[in-house]
Nanobody, 114 residues
């Protein structure tokens, strides 16, 4: 069973930056690259929403709220997807989840203080 391990969350002041990382284990590299990978987030009392994703051929998609501030990237050789987040604001506070195919990580908390 695929296991996704996330890291990089934490507390940051408004305007700051964080980088999230998610590595897949129990998945061979030749399979990993075939999947779309992405980051989602869920704030308290809200539904989980797409933040950004990158397809298996490298096309990226971003939520309007993060365009120009967040950058998603994948490294298939390392089975890793990263999310570089800049100019963070309190509205970005949420639990962030990575997704590879239909597998989900456990989530990492991002808190942005004003």
């Amino acid at each position: 069973q695929v296991q996704l391990v996330e890291s990089g969350g934490g507390l940051v002041q408004s305007g700051g930056s964080l980088r999230l990382s998610c590595t897949a284990s129990r998945m061979i590299t030749s399979v990993y690259w075939q999947y779309h990978v992405g980051w989602y987030r869920q704030a308290p009392g809200k539904q989980r929403e797409l933040v950004a994703r990158v397809s298996n051929d490298g096309n990226t998609e971003y939520a309007d709220a993060v365009k120009g501030r967040f950058t998603i990237s994948r490294d298939n050789s390392k089975k890793t997807v990263k999310l570089q987040m800049s100019s963070l604001n309190p509205e970005d506070t949420a639990v962030y989840y990575c997704s590879v195919g239909d597998a989900w990580g456990q989530g990492t908390q991002v808190t942005v203080s004003s």
